[in-house]
């Protein structure tokens, strides 16, 4: 009766692949992107720390991290499980160690690094942030300022 259904193995082995690619946030974001026409890559184009989206005519490589995995200075990114409180505290500290190392790595080659958190998109004009981020347009404004003489 339930030849059709997948055995536990099988089920787990799904799940991982589904939470480690394509998680929500992420497409969230890409939906943002595609809607203001920006074209992006997935797959990290061989790049460090295999950024989630690569937009390699802007030199832009995007990340995007969950507050718990990635140890965010937020709220829900400090909290931590008490079980396996040395387990976790380990992981995350190989994954913070592990993103500055692929950021520094980026932007030494000349890559512009945005990071995207998760407990960031849900405020107020994330998108609109998002787009001028990634086309770069916070900087452009800056620079227009300060060279107004
Ligand atoms: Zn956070």
Redesign the pocket.
């Known amino acids: 009766m339930s030849s059709d259904l997948f055995t536990p193995e099988q089920r787990s082995a799904v799940m991982r692949r589904v939470k480690s690619r394509d998680t929500t946030p992420e497409l969230a974001v890409r939906r943002i992107l595609r809607a203001a026409g920006i074209g992006y890559r997935l797959g990290g184009a061989g790049l460090p720390g295999r950024p989630d989206l690569v937009m390699k005519g802007r030199c832009v490589a995007v990340f995007v991290h969950g507050?718990f995995w990635h140890g965010?200075?937020?709220?829900?990114?400090s909290r931590k499980p008490k079980a396996n409180a040395a387990y976790w505290t380990a992981k995350i500290d190989r994954n913070r160690a592990r993103d500055e190392a692929s950021q520094a790595a980026l932007t030494a080659a000349g890559w512009r690094v945005v990071t995207v958190?998760?407990?960031?998109m849900k405020a107020d004009g994330f998108a609109e942030r998002l787009i001028a981020e990634v086309r770069d347009q916070a900087a452009t404004v800056s620079a227009s300022a300060t060279s107004s003489d």
Request: proline residues 0%; glycine residues 18%; contains cysteine.
């Open positions: 507050c965010h200075d937020c709220a829900r990114g958190w998760e407990c960031g």
